[in-house]
C-alpha cells in the first residue's frame, strides 16, 4: 500500500471523505489513543500540576480526546479544514487553528508547557506546493515550536518516516532549533507495529522526558535543587488550608456560599 | 475560538514576530457565543501566570467589555474569595467563544478570519516564510 504522504497533499487527502473513514474507524481510534497515550507516557509531566498542551496536526481530534480525557487543556492545529470540521462535530475541547506547520508555530513565547503531534509531522517531509523547500519547512517549525514552549517544555511527536533520510532530516532540524533529546523506538523488530517516538526537550526541566531506550545523547545536567519536591501539591494545599483556617479565613469547598448565584464580575 | 487563546496567538508573518505592535492582534466584527466548560480553578491560576495583562484588557475593549481591573488579580483557589473571581474569569476566559470575527496584525495588516469558532492561519504565498 503507498504512503498517503505520496497520494496528495495533506489537506486535499484529508478531504471530506477521508476524514469521516479516518475518524469512524474504531481500528484507527483504538491505535491513535495508544500512541497518544504512550506519548504521553513519555512526556513524563508531573501529575500534580495543570499543563497547557499543544497538538500538532491535531486532525478530527482523535488525539486531543485523549488529552482531554487526562484532564489536559489544549490547542490544536491542522491544515485539513474536512478534519477541523469533524472534530468540531465530535465537540472537540480544545481550540481549533486552520494552519500550516511548516509556516511555524503561531503563539507567542512560553505559551505551552508540553506539545505532542500523532501522525502528522512526516508530512512536513513531502514537498507538497511548488517552491516548498522540506528543510526549510522542518526548521521554521522546530524553531517557532521551541519559541512557544515554556522553558524545558518537551515535545513528543509519533511519526512515519520513510525512510531514515527523513528521521535525520527532523532529527537535525530540531537539534539545531536547540531541542535536546532523542528517537525512540517502539517494538522495533515488527513490521506492523514498530513505532518511532521523537522525544524532545526545549532547555532543562525539572522532570525530564522519559528516555528510558531513546538512541540519541540528551542534554543531562539537570537543577539539583529543583528535584528535590519533597511535598506533593496536594498535601501542600491542605496544610496551606489548615494554617489559613486557623487564622481565621475562609477558605475554598469550606463555605457554605460556595454555590450562591451571582453575576459574573467581568 | 476562546477568548483565552487571544492572550498567545499572534501573527504567522516571520517578519511580526519580533515587532511590539504585532501583539495582541485587534479584534474587530466578533459575534461571541457563550459555552459551558468544566471549572478548573487550578488551571486557570497557572494560566494566569502567563497571561500578558494589559493585552486581556486590550482584547476585550475590542470586543465590547471595559470591566477588566487594570492590574492582574493575584488569586490563591484555596481562597472563598478568590474562587468567586477565578469563577468570574473562567466565564470570560474558557466559556467566551468567538464564533465569528476578524483578527488583524497591527504591523503587517494582515487579516485572519474566524469562522465557525476556527481562526484561519494559513497564510497567501506572498506572505509564506
Ligand atoms: C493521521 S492524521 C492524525 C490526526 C490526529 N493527530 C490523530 O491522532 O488522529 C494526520 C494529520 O496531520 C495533518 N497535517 C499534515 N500536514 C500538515 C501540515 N503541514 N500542517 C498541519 N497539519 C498537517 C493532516 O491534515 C491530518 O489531519
Ligand atoms: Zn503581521
Same mark, same amino acid.
Given at each position: 500500500?503507498?504512503?498517503?504522504?505520496?497520494?496528495?497533499?495533506?489537506?486535499?487527502?484529508?478531504?471530506?471523505?477521508?476524514?469521516?473513514?479516518?475518524?469512524?474507524?474504531?481500528? /484507527?481510534?483504538?491505535?491513535?489513543? $495508544?500512541?497518544? +497515550? !504512550?506519548?504521553?507516557?513519555? &512526556?513524563?509531566? @508531573?501529575?500534580?500540576?495543570?499543563?497547557?498542551?499543544?497538538?500538532?496536526?491535531?486532525?478530527?481530534?482523535?488525539?486531543?480526546?485523549?488529552?482531554?480525557?487526562?484532564?489536559?487543556?489544549?490547542?490544536?492545529?491542522?491544515?485539513?479544514?474536512?478534519?477541523?470540521?469533524?472534530?468540531?462535530?465530535?465537540?472537540?475541547?480544545?481550540?481549533?487553528?486552520?494552519?500550516?506547520?511548516?509556516?511555524?508555530?503561531?503563539?507567542?513565547?512560553?505559551?505551552?508547557?508540553?506539545?505532542?503531534?500523532?501522525?502528522?509531522?512526516?508530512?512536513?517531509?513531502?514537498?507538497?506546493? /511548488?517552491?516548498?523547500?522540506?528543510? $526549510?519547512?522542518? +526548521? !521554521?517549525?522546530?524553531?517557532? &515550536?521551541?519559541? @512557544?514552549?515554556?522553558?524545558?517544555?518537551?515535545?513528543?511527536?509519533?511519526?512515519?518516516?520513510?525512510?531514515?533520510?527523513?528521521?535525520?532530516?527532523?532529527?537535525?532540524?530540531?537539534?539545531?532549533?536547540?531541542?535536546?533529546?532523542?528517537?525512540?523506538?517502539?517494538?522495533?523488530?515488527?513490521?506492523?507495529?514498530?513505532?518511532?517516538?521523537?522525544?524532545?526537550?526545549?532547555?532543562?526541566?525539572?522532570?525530564?522526558?522519559?528516555?528510558?531506550?531513546?538512541?540519541?545523547?540528551?542534554?543531562?545536567?539537570?537543577?539539583?535543587?529543583?528535584?528535590?519536591?519533597?511535598?506533593?501539591?496536594?498535601?501542600?494545599?491542605?496544610?496551606?488550608?489548615?494554617?489559613?483556617?486557623?487564622?481565621?479565613?475562609?477558605?475554598?469547598?469550606?463555605?457554605?456560599?460556595?454555590?450562591?448565584?451571582?453575576?459574573?464580575?467581568? | 475560538?476562546?477568548?483565552?487563546?487571544?492572550?498567545?496567538?499572534?501573527?504567522?508573518?516571520?517578519?511580526?514576530?519580533?515587532?511590539?505592535?504585532?501583539?495582541?492582534?485587534?479584534?474587530?466584527?466578533?459575534?461571541?457565543?457563550?459555552?459551558?466548560?468544566?471549572?478548573?480553578?487550578?488551571?486557570?491560576?497557572?494560566?494566569?501566570?502567563?497571561?500578558?495583562?494589559?493585552?486581556?484588557?486590550?482584547?476585550?475593549?475590542?470586543?465590547?467589555?471595559?470591566?477588566?481591573?487594570?492590574?492582574?488579580?493575584?488569586?490563591?483557589?484555596?481562597?472563598?474569595?478568590?474562587?468567586?473571581?477565578?469563577?468570574?474569569?473562567?466565564?470570560?476566559?474558557?466559556?467566551?467563544?468567538?464564533?465569528?470575527?476578524?483578527?488583524?496584525?497591527?504591523?503587517?495588516?494582515?487579516?485572519?478570519?474566524?469562522?465557525?469558532?476556527?481562526?484561519?492561519?494559513?497564510?497567501?504565498?506572498?506572505?509564506?516564510?
Amino acid at each position: 500500500m503507498s504512503r498517503p504522504e505520496e497520494l496528495a497533499p495533506p489537506e486535499i487527502f484529508y478531504g471530506d471523505t477521508e476524514s469521516f473513514k479516518y475518524t469512524s474507524s474504531t481500528r /484507527v481510534q483504538h491505535i491513535q489513543a $495508544k500512541m497518544t +497515550l !504512550r506519548a504521553l507516557d513519555l &512526556l513524563n509531566l @508531573s501529575p500534580d500540576e495543570p499543563h497547557f498542551l499543544l497538538d500538532l496536526g491535531c486532525g478530527s481530534g482523535l488525539s486531543g480526546e485523549i488529552l482531554t480525557e487526562e484532564g489536559y487543556n489544549w490547542v490544536g492545529m491542522d491544515i485539513s479544514p474536512s478534519m477541523l470540521a469533524t472534530a468540531l462535530d465530535r465537540d472537540a475541547d480544545g481550540d481549533l487553528i486552520l494552519s500550516d506547520l511548516g509556516n511555524g508555530v503561531p503563539f507567542r513565547a512560553g505559551t505551552f508547557d508540553a506539545a505532542i503531534s500523532i501522525s502528522a509531522i512526516q508530512w512536513l517531509c513531502n514537498v507538497d506546493a /511548488v517552491g516548498n523547500d522540506p528543510k $526549510k519547512r522542518l +526548521l !521554521r517549525f522546530f524553531n517557532t &515550536l521551541y519559541a @512557544s514552549l515554556a522553558r524545558g517544555g518537551k515535545f513528543v511527536a509519533q511519526f512515519y518516516p520513510k525512510d531514515q533520510g527523513q528521521i535525520d532530516d527532523i532529527l537535525s532540524a530540531a537539534k539545531v532549533s536547540g531541542f535536546g533529546g532523542g528517537l525512540i523506538i517502539d517494538e522495533p523488530d515488527s513490521k506492523r507495529n514498530k513505532k518511532h517516538y521523537l522525544v524532545l526537550s526545549a532547555g532543562i526541566s525539572d522532570r525530564s522526558v522519559n528516555l528510558e531506550g531513546a538512541e540519541m545523547e540528551v542534554s543531562a545536567k539537570k537543577d539539583k535543587r529543583k528535584l528535590k519536591k519533597l511535598e506533593s501539591r496536594k498535601s501542600f494545599i491542605n496544610r496551606k488550608k489548615e494554617t489559613m483556617r486557623k487564622r481565621g479565613r475562609v477558605v475554598a469547598n469550606d463555605s457554605k456560599f460556595t454555590a450562591r448565584k451571582r453575576r459574573p464580575r467581568f | 475560538m476562546k477568548f483565552l487563546t487571544t492572550n498567545f496567538i499572534q501573527c504567522a508573518v516571520k517578519g511580526c514576530q519580533s515587532s511590539d505592535s504585532s501583539f495582541p492582534l485587534k479584534y474587530e466584527e466578533c459575534e461571541l457565543v457563550a459555552e459551558t466548560q468544566e471549572f478548573k480553578p487550578e488551571f486557570l491560576v497557572h494560566m494566569l501566570e502567563k497571561i500578558n495583562w494589559s493585552a486581556l484588557v486590550q482584547v476585550a475593549r475590542d470586543l465590547g467589555n471595559d470591566n477588566l481591573p487594570t492590574e492582574k488579580p493575584e488569586l490563591d483557589p484555596i481562597m472563598e474569595d478568590d474562587v468567586l473571581i477565578l469563577k468570574d474569569l473562567h466565564n470570560l476566559l474558557v466559556e467566551t467563544n468567538i464564533l465569528n470575527g476578524k483578527m488583524i496584525c497591527n504591523n503587517c495588516g494582515h487579516i485572519y478570519f474566524i469562522k465557525n469558532s476556527i481562526p484561519n492561519f494559513l497564510l497567501p504565498p506572498h506572505l509564506c516564510n
